[in-house]
């Protein structure tokens, strides 16, 4: 007789979960092809996208490992937002092979235990400079006093991490500094024409992120942090975006427009409750 096998509802879903990943990938696999080579694979590009596929299914399974039980603030495995990433490049203007590559693993400095140096090991360094241009530093090396509460010292320091952060969104200009300070300090020597391909690179995932992160932002019951996303977008993006992406600008644009609505939209019911509750 066989022995009968007992799974959890969890353990199911897992599965399926898993199941729809490899679907996930072929599928992106084929949208690559269709937009990045115009399904033209011949003898002149056809290695090229041979050692792509390589880097980016490797790329998308240790993600896929480092980020298993990881969840967003949303409750959605943050695995699925480097997916969207990926899917949010392919949508916007003049995608290609090291977008998609810095966008899958575009938190892995920020979020998991590997470095710059272990992503320069798997990469070259163009996409492991630009993976280090759009993520944070750990909020512990800005910490300026020790006497303060540890809440207040964790939210001085993040505050103070995020200004210098968002400083290299300033412009264009500033961004490509960003990017040349960072080849400098690993002692790469690149061409001002390599550096304004890495910027642009970054840059566009950056916004295929932060897309992202608005079109999952909306939260009735904490419309503050809803507000402070907003207000943070068009402060540090819609500039940046303008100048070097109208597509992506003019969707963020329109994301803002639908926080905004749905924020004042709540707000005038709770107000109208309270309203009514007084008299």
Request: neutral net charge; contains cysteine.
């Amino acid at each position: 007789m066989f022995s009968e096998q007992h799974y959890t509802l969890e353990q199911v879903l897992d599965a399926v979960w898993l199941l729809k990943q490899e679907k996930w990938v072929d599928k992106i696999l084929a949208s690559i092809k269709e937009k990045i080579f115009w399904n033209d694979l011949n003898d002149e590009n056809i290695e090229e996208f041979k050692v792509f596929v390589q880097d980016f299914t490797s790329m998308y399974y240790l993600m896929k490992k480092k980020f298993r039980e990881k969840y967003r603030s949303t409750w959605e495995r943050y695995f699925e937002h480097l997916r969207a990433v990926v899917n949010n490049v392919l949508e916007l203007p003049n995608p290609n092979t090291q977008k998609i590559l810095i966008a899958i693993s575009h938190d892995c400095i920020e979020d998991t235990n590997i470095d710059f140096r272990t992503l320069n090991i798997i990469y070259w360094h163009e996409i492991t400079l630009a993976v280090q241009a759009i993520s944070k530093d750990s909020w512990e090396y800005y910490i300026a006093t020790d006497n303060q509460h540890e809440d207040e010292k964790k939210k001085q320091a993040k505050d103070i991490r995020n200004k210098q952060y968002f400083w290299h969104l300033a412009s264009f200009d500033t961004f490509k500094k960003h990017i040349k300070d960072l080849a400098w300090s690993k002692w790469f020597e690149l061409s001002e024409e390599k550096i304004e391909e890495i910027a642009r690179n970054a840059l566009d995932v950056k916004f295929a992120d932060r897309i992202h992160n608005l079109s999952t932002q909306w939260d009735p019951n904490n419309l503050e942090q809803v507000r402070k996303k907003v207000n943070e977008t068009k402060k540090y993006f819609l500039n940046i975006a303008r100048e070097t992406n109208t597509e992506a600008y003019n969707k963020i644009q329109s994301f803002i427009l639908i926080l905004e609505v749905k924020i004042n939209g709540t707000s005038k019911k709770v107000n109208t409750l309270l309203g009514n509750s007084v008299l």
